[in-house]
């Protein structure tokens, strides 16, 4: 597999283009963004833990019946991918308020969500990724209906799974954002799952140990994110 030129550089990761057409390489950078990218900096081994953290992820998934686009981990900071066609949304499921849903709705962070709720947020940073719904990704043509039908049952069945490995590790999966796109007219998980994307709070002392650490200035962002994956049972030195 040779990796070609850059494709494309998002906040986080860089995608580069390889000799096969259906195949793209993922390059997960030690770059941390926050509220919409208008503050960035950098945090030493991140993308080394995210890389890794996905890989462990997307293969308990894939193992679970969801289908992903990762195909293999190929360095610390690079995974091997399907080139997706993506869908400009991101699905949200909360199992617990926090984040913008008590900005919005003035509830307590901290209450449960039963059942938990489903979100859809347009990407588009200029514009703050603000909140949608299905009809407009039907009539602005982001995606047809029955594939965001997929994608809505595919993030709740992520919920199932994550939600019981990370109490498993005496954490809740408190909030989690997912994105996925079409390869040949499949619907499969796109981006990324680590805790840049997700909200996970200590079962016991509920302290937050997601990028939110970062969002609010808490520090000991990537110390969090290892031991997260340590507790799930990642080797970060593999
Ligand atoms: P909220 O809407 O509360 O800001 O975010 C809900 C969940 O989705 C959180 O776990 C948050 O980390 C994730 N999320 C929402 N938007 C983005 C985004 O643009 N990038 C990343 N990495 N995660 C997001």
């Known amino acids: ?3 070609r030129q850059e494709l494309y550089a998002g906040k986080a990761k860089s995608v580069f283009r390889t ?5 793209m390489v993922l390059m997960f950078r030690d770059d941390t963004s926050a509220f919409d990218g208008k503050r960035i900096e950098q945090l030493d081994r991140k993308g080394m833990v995210n890389n890794k953290f996905n ?3 997307m293969t308990k998934l894939q193992e679970a019946g969801i289908p992903t686009h990762f195909e293999a981990l190929l360095s610390d900071n690079e995974s091997l991918v399907k080139n ?3 869908m400009p949304v991101e699905c949200v499921v909360r199992n617990v308020a926090a984040g913008s849903l008590c900005r919005r709705l003035g509830v307590e962070e901290g209450i449960t969500l039963t059942p938990p709720t489903f979100e859809l947020f347009l990407k588009n940073d200029a514009l703050g990724d603000p ?4 009809s407009h990704v039907e009539s602005f043509g982001w995606a047809k209906a029955d594939d965001l039908a997929k994608a809505k049952a595919l993030t709740y069945k992520v919920n199932d799974v994550l939600k019981a490995i990370f109490a498993e590790g005496g954490m809740i999966l408190v ?3 997912l994105e996925f796109g079409l390869y040949k007219g499949e619907v499969l ?7 840049d994307g997700c909200r996970l709070w200590d079962a016991q002392t ?11 200035g808490l520090g000991g962002v990537i110390e969090a994110y290892e031991d997260v994956g340590r507790r799930i049972g990642i080797d970060f030195d593999a």
Do not use: C, H, T, V
């Open 206 to 216: 509920k302290e937050k140990l997601d990028k939110d650490r970062f969002r609010q």
């Open 175 to 177: 909030d989690y954002k």
């Open 189 to 195: 998980l796109g981006d990324e799952f680590s805790p």
């Open 1 to 3: 597999m040779e990796k």
């Open 55 to 57: 890989a462990f992820i």
């Open 84 to 86: 997706l066609d993506m």
């Open 19 to 23: 000799d096969d057409p259906d195949k």
């Open 131 to 134: 909140m949608i719904n299905e």
